[in-house]
């Protein structure tokens, strides 16, 4: 079985692809670096409580969305956070 952390890792990649986002721009959102977000991401480091409050204002949800899986998780990003697709390719919205 799955451990929270393995699910968390899971949705929060799927919410950087919808979003178009790499480590380094969810590093900046989330006010870490990009090797601590390698780390957490490749699970050799956990991601903590505040980081998950973290997230989840970056993605504009109630963190316990985060916690209930990726479709879910990315079923209530924000329509102006989602990247759009334009000819194939994946473009990154712009956030201001």
């Known amino acids: 079985m799955s451990s ?3 699910h968390l ?3 929060v990649a799927a919410l950087m ?3 178009g986002e790499d480590q380094r721009a969810l590093a900046m959102g989330v006010g870490l670096t990009q ?3 390698s780390r957490k991401q490749g699970g050799h480091a956990a991601w903590s ?3 998950v409050d973290r997230l989840a204002a970056h993605y504009g949800m109630a963190p316990i969305d985060l916690l209930c ?3 879910h998780a990315v079923s209530r990003l924000p329509a102006d ?3 759009s697709v334009v000819g194939g390719t ?3 919205l712009a956030i201001t």
């Open 81 to 83: 956070r989602r990247a």
């Open 69 to 71: 899986g990726a479709d």
């Open 49 to 51: 409580l505040a980081d």
């Open 9 to 11: 890792r899971v949705t």
């Open 35 to 37: 090797p601590q977000i």
């Open 4 to 6: 929270t952390e393995q």
């Open 17 to 19: 692809y919808a979003t």
């Open 90 to 92: 994946q473009t990154v």
